[in-house]
């Protein structure tokens, strides 16, 4: 909003000519996210905390030790990401792009999703929430109105195609599969985070760091001669998603103020999923979807963890892990939850970097 206001005037007032810059307003997206996080923060949780009393409902058949740690903890600490990641987005994106506002129709309707969810589980205070085929259902809806969205805007030669990481002139042409293929992409990132998110902090340091990667890789597959550069495909208009990510980060870092151990919030699946679909959403318009598997590396490793424990128990009788998912496994074996969420903010860290060299690796 504030480049469509202030930059047209730049001619007049040479200051404004600095919202022409991405970089400048994705530094300014992540201060007002963040500032946004920090001033809403303390009053939304004791609302929370007020409404909620009990807190969310802890699984019985978790770690024991959750049944007295996190007991009494609000959940829907999502609001405060999303709320700060909207103003900010909005203030400072341009709001003619198509691709910022199928990111934030996808992050705030997946919010809704979580929201459902976890109003369910509080006010029945049971840690069932939404049917699992109606919260499937609105996602498949939503991500498909997002999939056909990119796919009608985009043109040739990289509508309805696949890039390959490390491969420079590789554009694999899935036409219409290319739909289900972004569905697909935008529910797996979603429901990925949502089983990473079970420990104080685990799931958004990983996820500010996927960010911050497709902020980068928003910004120069949307530079034409960056990209020509890098030998990686040009998506016009994309880079100002890089404005979206840069409040996404400013957003998490705020709630991680708050959500540092021991948690006075937990993210909930109104954090957890519209998180997942917007890194998911970022990485089908930027074309990288591939290289969100290594850079989100660690959401999929919980997930295959939850598959392969479900899997092996349904056909063997036995169990692979202590527990499902991975990070409870490693809390059976008698980590401590900060060893737990550091070491695998570790991971996140290191599966970015590998990610980050796809850009060059060609």
């Known amino acids: 909003m504030l480049y469509n206001l202030l930059y047209p005037l730049a001619d007049e007032v040479a200051l404004f000519n600095l919202f022409k810059y991405l970089t400048f307003r994705t530094g300014g997206a992540v201060l007002t ?68 506002w199928i990111v934030l129709m996808v992050t705030l309707g997946y919010g809704l999703l979580g929201f459902l969810d976890d109003f369910l589980k509080v006010s029945k205070k049971n840690t069932k929430g939404l049917p699992g085929k109606l919260k499937l259902a609105g996602q498949i809806t939503i991500a498909l109105i997002a999939a056909v969205w990119v796919y009608s805007i985009q043109r040739e030669p990289l509508a309805g195609t696949l890039a390959v990481p490390f491969l420079k002139s590789v554009l694999i042409q899935l036409g219409w599969f290319f739909i289900p293929f972004a569905v697909f992409v935008i529910i797996g990132a979603s429901n990925a985070v949502n089983l990473t998110d079970g420990l104080d902090g685990l799931a958004i340091v990983p ?18 001669v960056f990209a020509n550069y890098l030998q990686i495909h040009y998506v016009p208009g994309s880079g100002e998603l890089a404005v979206f990510c840069g409040a996404l980060v400013g957003a ?12 006075m919030v937990f993210m909930g699946d109104t954090g957890s999923l519209s998180l997942g679909g917007a890194l998911g959403a970022i990485s089908v ?11 989100g590396g660690l959401f999929v490793l919980e997930t295959v ?6 899997a092996s128990f ?41 990610g ?3 850009l060059k690796l060609r």
């Open 33 to 100: 996210a963040l500032v946004v996080a920090f001033v809403i923060g303390p009053g939304l949780i004791r609302w929370l905390r007020q409404w909620q009393k009990q807190g969310q409902p802890i699984r019985a058949d978790g770690p024991e030790s959750h049944l007295l740690t996190k007991k009494g903890t609000p959940t829907m600490g999502g609001f405060l990401i999303l709320i700060a990641l909207a103003v900010a987005t909005l203030l400072w994106a341009d709001l003619r792009s198509h691709y910022v």
């Open 305 to 310: 963890s939850v598959i392969v424990q479900v």
């Open 252 to 263: 998490g870092l705020g709630f991680l103020w708050f959500n540092a151990p021991p948690a």
């Open 285 to 295: 318009v930027t074309k990288h979807e591939l290289v969100l598997a290594i850079v």
């Open 314 to 354: 349904k056909l063997t009788g036995k169990r692979v892990f202590r527990m499902a998912p991975l990070h409870h496994h490693f809390e059976k074996k008698g980590w401590a939850e900060p060893t737990v969420v550091i070491r695998f903010w570790i991971i996140a860290g290191i599966l970015a970097l590998v």
């Open 356 to 358: 980050l060299s796809t």
């Open 207 to 224: 996820v500010m760091i996927a960010a911050g990667v497709f902020a980068l890789i928003s910004y120069l597959v949307g530079h034409a």
